[in-house]
């Protein structure tokens, strides 16, 4: 397996971070979701919307071609979505539907029925486990598909002096009021955090031993002229921390496939690293702590697939079934397409979907857990996809270690099968 520094650092946190394409276009003009080709409505979190944008592109361009119809309205909104065969209306105006035309990056607004009722979601997308926001079980005609494994972390601004925090830090930081915690974020107003809907949120808390309900900070914002406090989506925590005006009381929180992104400034599109730094993080019982990348620079996530960065789990894309399938064939594609189910081709794609989506495929794992946050066991997938993953994800032809092939004869030695263009243990 190739290995890099660790990169192990003493009491808190380090560089790296990015977004997505957060800025959408106005729906003043938009068209009615309803009159897209094939559309699927995929309705949740937030968090998941740089590898939901990947997927939809790939299905706008399949045959025949299939829309998703994107709703960020955070993870247990998504799970609840599927407990019934009700309508579903956005939570806020701030739930602007959205859906990426084939080779359309930055994708489009669209409009729900004007009758106020919503629509029926195919897919209910969540970072946690339906089991983690304590609601009734789901019915057992909807099925879990599990998704690519998505790094949750701690972010402060490239200003900030700050590089890693420890759990224990985290604990105070996140648990207590101004000045309760001893910590280098000790101003409630400057630590930026989602609604109790959040997986992201869900996820950390759990970490970190401060339930969802206890946390201190900000977590949404009364428009002007408004009178209802709106909740922050991951954007929204992305923006806030990035134009912080004291960037060493600001903390934030955001999965990495929106901190590992792009964002837009002034115009263009740049690298969320620019303006955000990841903490390392170290949990409890460790000596010190890790960056979810082998360093700074990188995103090839080595300190996630081997199990030395704690907060992760997969993706849920969670959809009735019928017989055990997807109801029709456009949510069984999107959902092919979404967990990388398929042949060769189709994996391999999905590989390269999740390295530019900041997420990790499971064949590139070497670790995995059954529960939330649950213990780690050593783990070697059927077909491994470690070096195409880290080639498509850093941008390397030949990554360290990693050997190109056509097919198994051009491999030997500790990796002797060719999976995906390059040689694999198996």
């Given at each position: 397996m190739r290995?890099?520094s660790l990169?192990c650092?003493?009491h808190?946190?380090?560089l790296?971070?990015?977004?997505?394409p957060?800025?959408?276009?106005?729906?003043a003009?938009?068209a009615?979701?309803a009159?897209?080709t094939?559309p699927v409505?995929?309705?949740?979190s937030?968090?998941?919307?740089?590898?939901v944008?990947?997927?939809?592109?790939?299905?706008?361009?399949a045959?025949p071609?299939?829309s998703?119809?994107?709703?960020?309205?955070?993870?247990?909104n998504?799970?609840?979505?599927?407990?019934?065969d009700?309508?579903v209306?956005?939570?806020?105006?701030?739930?602007v539907?959205?859906?990426?035309?084939?080779n359309?990056t930055a994708?489009l607004d669209?409009e729900?029925?004007?009758?106020?009722?919503g629509?029926?979601?195919d897919?209910?997308?969540?970072?946690a486990?339906?089991?983690?926001?304590?609601d009734a079980?789901?019915?057992?005609?909807?099925?879990d598909?599990f998704?690519?494994?998505?790094?949750?972390t701690?972010?402060?601004?490239?200003a900030s002096?700050q590089t890693s925090?420890?759990?224990?830090?985290a604990y105070?930081?996140?648990?207590?009021d101004?000045?309760?915690?001893?910590?280098?974020?000790?101003?409630?107003?400057f630590?930026?955090?989602?609604?109790?809907t959040s997986g992201t949120?869900?996820?950390?808390?759990?970490?970190?031993?401060?339930?969802?309900?206890?946390?201190k900070?900000v977590?949404?914002?009364t428009?002007?002229?408004?009178?209802?406090?709106?909740s922050?989506?991951s954007?929204?925590?992305?923006?806030?921390?990035?134009?912080?005006?004291?960037?060493?009381?600001?903390?934030?929180?955001?999965?990495?496939?929106?901190?590992?992104?792009?964002?837009t400034?002034?115009?263009?599109?740049?690298?969320?690293?620019?303006k955000l730094?990841i903490l390392?993080?170290?949990?409890?019982?460790?000596?010190c702590?890790?960056?979810?990348?082998?360093?700074?620079?990188?995103?090839?996530?080595?300190?996630?697939?081997d199990?030395?960065y704690?907060i992760?789990?997969?993706?849920?894309?969670?959809a009735r079934?019928s017989?055990?399938?997807?109801?029709n064939?456009?949510i069984g594609a999107a959902?092919?397409?979404?967990?990388?189910e398929g042949?060769?081709e189709?994996?391999?794609?999905f590989?390269d979907?999740?390295?530019?989506?900041h997420?990790?495929?499971d064949?590139?794992?070497r670790?995995?857990r059954e529960?939330?946050?649950?213990?780690?066991s050593?783990?070697?997938?059927?077909?491994?996809?470690e070096c195409?993953?880290?080639?498509?994800?850093?941008?390397e032809?030949?990554p360290?270690?990693?050997?190109?092939?056509?097919?198994?004869s051009?491999?030997?030695?500790?990796k002797?099968?060719?999976?995906?263009?390059?040689c694999?243990v198996?």
């Amino acid at each position: 397996m190739r290995m890099k520094s660790l990169n192990c650092m003493k009491h808190a946190s380090v560089l790296a971070a990015v977004a997505l394409p957060i800025l959408v276009a106005s729906a003043a003009h938009a068209a009615p979701c309803a009159d897209l080709t094939n559309p699927v409505y995929v309705y949740g979190s937030t968090a998941s919307r740089p590898f939901v944008a990947q997927a939809a592109l790939s299905l706008a361009k399949a045959e025949p071609p299939v829309s998703i119809v994107y709703i960020g309205a955070g993870s247990q909104n998504g799970v609840n979505a599927l407990a019934s065969d009700a309508k579903v209306a956005p939570p806020s105006s701030a739930s602007v539907p959205h859906y990426w035309p084939a080779n359309n990056t930055a994708g489009l607004d669209c409009e729900l029925p004007t009758d106020g009722q919503g629509v029926r979601i195919d897919i209910g997308v969540s970072d946690a486990f339906d089991t983690s926001f304590g609601d009734a079980p789901l019915p057992n005609t909807v099925k879990d598909y599990f998704g690519p494994i998505q790094a949750m972390t701690f972010v402060v601004p490239t200003a900030s002096s700050q590089t890693s925090i420890s759990a224990e830090a985290a604990y105070l930081t996140w648990g207590f009021d101004e000045g309760g915690g001893e910590t280098p974020w000790d101003v409630t107003a400057f630590r930026y955090h989602r609604s109790n809907t959040s997986g992201t949120k869900v996820l950390i808390a759990k970490a970190i031993n401060v339930p969802v309900a206890k946390w201190k900070g900000v977590n949404c914002e009364t428009p002007t002229g408004g009178t209802s406090c709106t909740s922050f989506g991951s954007g929204d925590v992305l923006n806030k921390v990035i134009n912080s005006s004291e960037p060493d009381k600001t903390i934030g929180i955001l999965s990495t496939d929106v901190a590992d992104g792009n964002i837009t400034v002034s115009g263009s599109s740049v690298s969320a690293r620019t303006k955000l730094r990841i903490l390392a993080y170290q949990h409890y019982g460790q000596s010190c702590g890790y960056l979810p990348d082998s360093t700074s620079t990188s995103y090839d996530k080595q300190n996630v697939r081997d199990g030395h960065y704690e907060i992760w789990g997969p993706l849920h894309f969670f959809a009735r079934t019928s017989d055990g399938e997807p109801e029709n064939e456009h949510i069984g594609a999107a959902i092919q397409v979404l967990t990388g189910e398929g042949n060769d081709e189709e994996r391999a794609a999905f590989v390269d979907l999740a390295a530019k989506g900041h997420v990790v495929p499971d064949c590139a794992m070497r670790v995995r857990r059954e529960t939330e946050l649950g213990p780690l066991s050593s783990y070697m997938p059927a077909r491994s996809c470690e070096c195409r993953f880290i080639a498509q994800a850093t941008g390397e032809a030949s990554p360290e270690g990693c050997t190109k092939c056509d097919d198994s004869s051009d491999c030997s030695g500790d990796k002797p099968v060719c999976n995906y263009g390059f040689c694999e243990v198996r």
